[in-house]
């Protein structure tokens, strides 16, 4: 029988090693050597040495690294690996915020920052519920792996590195540690992002008839764009956890390069894609569909010239409800809270896309309201917090020992 490991969990640690990664800036700004995840890694490198763990950082790109911790139980069995990135979006204007962004101020039980929701504070709730196990001296199989990467916020090239790297073999199961109000996700949307193009010829604003106006071919691509999530929405329809899948124009530049002008057609314009799929949809058939879209417009018009680059791919995941992983989760759930667990879905990407594509079943859930994340005042409740590092702790006793 599994013991509850709830005792073992030291409230004032999650909180304090929360506020002290918050209190490190890890925006990635990539013209300020200064500006990147190198410091908080350190210290969560430094952290996890002094707990005992087998430990390695592995730079990814220059001033980007990872780190990898591994709490071996010294007997045969499972590999459960926690994951939570380092890095944080940029705070905006700090004059906005009503706390200092990177002050870690605590009032009314709750902590204010960048990275305390996303995700600082359920990497902290990871640390501890290892922590917790090693304390507890309870008998237990297998192996704990900590992966704590760079760049989830962007090209995700950290969790790409540390698969590519072989860290991810033998893994039987993973917690993404991303702010779900402690719910049970076991699935999340897939994300297509894309970059289209269209090409004209410059000409005077007066005299429209002398060029070419990418701009408008651009408005007939978009509105086309348009009509195909209508019909994606119909073909899948609404999914329970994640809803609607989304076609989103984000950008449009015309010209993406050169400067604009009035009274000045440009020769191109530029629209990145923002599409987010949910199970029942092909990203590869998705990109059919676009390029059909493209081709059928040309046919109608000699002048319309245009292109599509695809520049990220990540599918959605699902994962079966009666996965050790997803059973070891809402059972610790039972446990922690005395409550039956929500199920629910991701609605955005998160790193554990590519250790599902890795073969690795995959369950995201932490503290934090999920509508807070990336906003001003970035904020996490701390008793709820606290509960994210006891059922962390809970799940691997029960997915290592069952």
């Not at 952290?47 to 430990?55: A, D, P, Q, T």
């Not at 599918?315 to 059972?331: F, L, Q, Y």
Request: hydrophobic share 35%.
């Amino acid at each position: 029988m599994t013991v509850n490991m709830s005792e073992f969990v030291d409230e004032k640690e999650v909180i304090g090693l929360t506020q002290s990664l918050v209190q490190i800036p890890s925006v990635y700004r990539p013209n300020d050597p200064n500006a990147n995840e190198s410091r908080a890694a350190q210290y969560v490198y430094d952290y996890l040495k002094n707990l005992g763990l087998e430990v390695y950082m592995e730079e990814v790109v220059k001033g980007r690294p990872n780190v990898i911790g591994i709490y071996n139980s010294g007997r045969p069995g499972k590999t459960i690996l926690f994951e939570g990135h380092t890095d944080v979006v940029t705070e905006g204007d700090p004059n906005a915020w009503s706390y200092d962004p990177f002050g870690a101020a605590i009032e009314g039980g709750r902590m204010y920052g960048r990275g305390t929701n996303d995700t600082k504070g359920n990497l902290s709730a990871a640390i501890a519920a290892v922590h917790a196990i090693k304390k507890s001296n309870q008998t237990w199989n297998g192996r704990i792996v900590l992966c704590v990467p760079c760049d989830e916020e962007g090209m995700m090239i950290g969790i790409k590195h540390f698969i590519q790297r072989g860290w991810a073999n033998g893994v039987d199961g993973a917690i993404i540690c991303e702010p779900e109000e402690n719910q049970i996700c076991i699935t999340q949307k897939g994300a297509m992002r894309a970059v289209l193009r269209t090409y004209g010829k410059m000409a005077h604003g007066a005299m429209p008839l002398s060029g070419v106006n990418p701009n408008t071919r651009m408005a007939q691509a978009i509105c086309e764009l348009m009509r195909l999530e209508e019909k994606e929405k119909e073909r899948v329809g609404e999914h329970h956890y994640l809803g609607w899948p989304s076609i989103t124009p984000t950008i449009i530049l015309g010209p993406e390069k050169g400067e604009p002008q009035i009274n000045v057609i440009p020769d191109h314009c530029m629209t990145t894609l923002d599409i987010r799929t949910v199970p029942g949809q092909n990203h590869n058939q998705l990109k059919i569909d676009i390029e059909s879209i493209l081709q059928r417009l040309a046919s109608k018009d000699k002048d319309f010239r245009a292109s599509l680059e695809v520049i990220e791919s990540r599918p959605w995941t699902e994962t079966n409800i009666d996965d050790p992983i997803v059973k070891a989760s809402a059972e610790s759930y039972r446990t922690v809270v005395g409550k039956e667990p929500i199920y629910n879905g991701v609605p955005g990407a998160t790193d554990g896309t590519f250790l599902h594509l890795a073969g690795i079943p995959i369950v995201t859930t932490g503290a934090g309201d999920r509508h807070i994340p990336h906003q001003i005042n970035e904020y996490i409740d701390l008793d709820e917090l606290v509960e994210a590092s006891r059922i962390y702790a809970q799940t691997a006793m029960l997915f290592l020992n069952n």
